[in-house]
């Protein structure tokens, strides 16, 4: 159960932290002779832990890695503190969840083995509810959004929309608990920046895919400082100029320079790489405030980063090709 003490919990955390896997590290698992050998020096570094020998023998690579995720969550959740403000950096997992478990159920299918637990509420529970059509345990937001997309099902599943709402619940809940909170720690910081970004995405990507305004509109999240209209307004606004339209609030400028080298490269995996390293760069400019929730959240997200990266690896080494690294915390 969470702790009260942030002493005890980043003491716990710091431990932990010397186990993570740097560049350095990911590239010597690169570099083996084979996938098995790949895989051996992996388990050297602690992965694997829990699993015998029997399952490691005939498990996929990403049941390693989900192993570990799930683990190093169940420690964070474990020992935080701050147990409200920690869930909000678990949610992705129960929008995965819902996701994954609406469309299964509405394409009356068996949920595929890609549910994961240690999200910020039950698996069992998400499970209940979406089975059930019954919302009543989850955040009034959750409640009244998946309440809605129940209504709507009768027209038809369009997954994208599904997909848009969920994530909009997750951001608009997000917002609920910070503001109830009075909180403006880094934990703010962090999900408007991925607010912001995110929404600077969704115009690009709606440019490039040709929606109309409405389509952009439920795409977009609360929470960050870059008002909707500013965003809405960018579907007309010349490509050289949408850069500039975007430099507004704290995250502004950033924003707007990633936007500028889409425009100049035509590569639009720039918003996210450079979305990946302002997030990490919130997380470590507290990673020694041992008072605080800091070193704790960027020890989960450094491992979510650190399960990205290794994905990229193994896929690489079965492909036999060159990688490139998502942002890393350790």
């Not at 964070?76 to 869930?87: D, M, R």
């Not at 709606?206 to 400082?225: C, I, Q, T």
Request: net charge negative; with cysteine.
């Amino acid at each position: 159960m969470p702790q009260a003490s942030y002493e005890y919990a980043v003491g716990r955390i710091s431990q932990l932290s010397t186990k993570m896997l740097d560049a350095a590290k990911l590239r010597r698992i690169y570099e083996a002779g084979s996938f098995q050998e790949a895989l051996a020096l992996l388990l050297e570094t602690g992965y694997g832990g829990n699993l015998s020998p029997e399952q490691l023998a005939t498990e996929e690579i990403d049941y390693v890695i989900r192993e570990q995720l799930q683990i190093s969550r169940r420690i964070v959740w474990e020992v935080t503190p701050a147990p409200e403000l920690t869930s909000l950096f678990l949610l992705e997992v129960d929008g995965h969840n819902l996701k994954t478990l609406l469309k299964a159920r509405l394409l009356g299918v068996e949920a595929p083995d890609v549910l994961i637990d240690g999200g910020s509420f039950p698996l069992e529970q998400l499970k209940e509810c979406v089975s059930t059509s019954n919302y009543e345990p989850l955040p009034k937001v959750y409640r009244d959004t998946l309440n809605r997309i129940e209504a709507e099902v009768a027209r038809g599943v369009d997954p994208l929309k599904l997909s848009a709402e969920i994530d909009g619940a997750m951001f608009r809940h997000i917002k609920n608990v910070l503001d109830d909170k009075h909180d403006h720690s880094f934990v703010r910081d962090y999900f408007s920046l991925q607010a912001d970004f995110q929404n600077a995405r969704s115009v690009v990507r709606a440019r490039l895919l040709n929606w109309d305004v409405d389509k952009l509109r439920l795409m977009l999240l609360e929470g960050g400082e870059i008002d909707f209209n500013v965003f809405l307004e960018g579907m007309d606004t010349p490509m050289e100029q949408l850069g500039a339209k975007f430099n507004r609030g704290k995250n502004g400028k950033l924003i707007s320079q990633s936007v500028e080298e889409y425009v100049t490269t035509g590569d639009a995996s720039v918003l996210k790489r450079k979305m990946e390293t302002a997030l990490m760069h919130v997380l470590r400019s507290v990673k020694w405030d041992m008072f605080s929730l800091g070193p704790i959240i960027g020890y989960l997200m450094g491992r979510e980063a650190e399960a990205k990266a290794l994905r990229v690896i193994f896929g690489a080494k079965r492909g036999g090709f060159e990688y490139e690294l998502p942002e890393l915390y350790a």
